[in-house]
């Protein structure tokens, strides 16, 4: 949807500014809907992995009095809620306007910490697939975001590549730069399959500045987002 339009905007009397000022409202209103029904979408699809695993850990919790399941349960709720809770800043600052976004305190996220982190939580998935999975990855590497959407978005292109590869992931992270490749032995048959992990994806690097590509071939698939200089922060590494 364009801009509003209405009649009368051209002119240069009150009738005209009376235009003008309604034509912004409208589209203001309409901008906080698309943010709306943004949410609502983006949240039910991501809140529900981590939500499966906080209950089913609580079931196991309730079912077993053996220690080190229990420990384990309570070890996975935990990760669970702190998934929650980047997503729900996630999501909150996505559905924020322009205007207040400008607000939002920045948080510095270690991108190397990161991806393992996300790695380890994917690896039933990629061992099951039997996955090879390489990194070239900086560790003073870090980028400077509002919380939650540098986590997102890795989670989300971690979590693409490892449900659609084949045999192998290469990842990397370096300079300015974040790509994933992996080889792909047969595409979906819906695009809805890669649907709105993407979507976010390209929802946060629009909101940022950040450029996301890709390249996809009958037998392989690559991302990359670039992240512009206000967002990078090298360090050494400890």
């Known amino acids: 949807e364009g801009p509003a339009d209405f009649s009368g905007m051209q002119r240069a009397d009150e009738v005209g500014a009376l235009s003008r000022g309604f034509a912004s409202l409208v589209d203001r209103l309409s901008d906080f809907l698309q943010r709306e029904r943004e949410f609502t979408r983006f949240a039910s699809h991501e809140l529900r992995t981590p939500v499966a695993v906080f209950k089913s850990s609580l079931s196991l919790l309730r079912a077993t009095s053996d220690a080190f399941a229990r420990d384990r349960a309570l ?36 991108v190397a910490r990161e991806i393992g982190a996300i790695l380890l939580r994917l690896s039933p998935l990629s061992e099951q697939k039997n996955l090879d999975i390489g990194q070239q990855v900086d560790g003073s590497m870090r980028i400077s975001a509002p919380p939650g959407l540098a986590v997102v ?10 449900a659609h590869a084949g045999t192998w992931i290469r990842v990397q992270a370096t300079g300015h730069c974040f790509e994933i490749q992996n080889d792909v032995l047969a595409w979906p048959g819906s695009p809805s399959s890669t649907g709105y992990g993407l979507q976010i994806v390209a929802r946060i690097c629009k909101r940022q500045g950040w450029v996301l590509s890709s390249e996809r071939s009958q037998s392989r698939y690559a991302v990359r987002v670039v992240f512009d200089a206000q967002a990078m922060s090298i360090r050494q590494s400890p």
């Open 75 to 110: 070890a996975r709720m935990a990760q669970s809620a702190d998934e929650m809770e980047a997503l729900v800043a996630t999501f909150l600052a996505l559905g924020r306007s322009p205007e207040d976004a400008a607000s939002i305190d920045m948080k510095e996220t270690n």
């Open 153 to 162: 978005l890795m989670d989300n292109l971690l979590r693409n590549a490892v």
